[in-house]
């Protein structure tokens, strides 16, 4: 078990251009999350999947963020036309969920996002 | 809307003795609460977790306790360790008896323990 792991760790763009991130949940992990943070603050929800199916969707997420999960395993975030308030960590986790069993929910390492 | 509040930015202790951070929440359809330590540069890492259907939950050296009529939680580092120095999260969810558990975690701001030798 490797753990969630997410790619890059660090990117630097400019202003208007698009970015693209990648998470790696556990394997036997079914659901995986998508959070932001920002300095000072605890992670802010953005969306979740289990498996293919992307379930819940904070407003946080304006139009120009949109996350996949195609087969149920790795997940992209990616964002378009930057502007210098997303900069922020961007966090993936995954855990594992049936029914109404509560799930503990294991981090990656974020990607950190600056924007110019 | 703060749901959940962790009202300290920082604390700071002795090696050896207690530490106690604490948390408050206000949505009552919380029924789930996790705590999560986070070192810098990496992701959060999972301490602890407990259920509104009990009031403590121990693990080791860390202890949660719930009291659900003043929606507050703590955690109870004994003994503490240098190595506890970090930033420490207290998250909540609401789970669904219908048939499935929603995913979303509320966090807190966070606490910054600082453990001094």
């Known amino acids: 078990d490797t753990g969630v792991s997410q790619n890059p760790r660090h990117k630097i763009t400019k202003r208007g251009q698009n970015v693209t991130f990648r998470c790696d949940p556990i394997s036997e992990h079914n659901r995986l999350y998508w959070y932001r943070q920002t300095l000072g603050q605890g992670p802010e929800f953005l969306t979740y999947f289990q498996n293919e199916a992307q379930l819940e969707k904070s407003r946080l997420l304006s139009d120009r963020f949109s996350a996949e999960r195609p087969k149920g395993s790795f997940s992209t975030l990616e964002i378009q036309r930057t502007e210098q308030g997303d900069s922020a960590m961007y966090l993936c986790?995954?855990?594992?969920?049936?029914?109404?069993?509560?799930?503990?929910?294991?981090f990656g390492p974020g990607t950190r996002l600056t924007v110019l | 809307d703060q749901q959940v509040k962790q009202n300290s930015p920082s604390l700071s202790v002795q090696e050896g003795r207690i530490s106690i951070l604490n948390c408050d929440y206000t949505?009552?359809?919380?029924?789930?609460f996790l705590w999560y330590k986070k070192y810098p540069a990496e992701g959060p890492t999972f301490l602890i977790s407990i259920s509104s259907i009990k009031d403590k939950n121990e693990d080791g050296r860390f202890t949660v306790f719930l009291n659900k009529s003043a929606k507050h939680l703590s955690l109870h580092i004994v003994p503490s360790q240098p190595g506890d120095s970090a930033v420490y999260f207290c998250a909540a969810k609401k789970t669904n008896a219908g048939g499935t558990s929603y995913g979303k975690l509320t966090f807190g701001q966070g606490t910054i323990l600082t453990v001094h030798p």
């Open positions: 986790a995954s855990s594992w969920a049936q029914g109404v069993t509560t799930d503990t929910q294991y």
């Open positions: 949505n009552s359809m919380f029924d789930y």
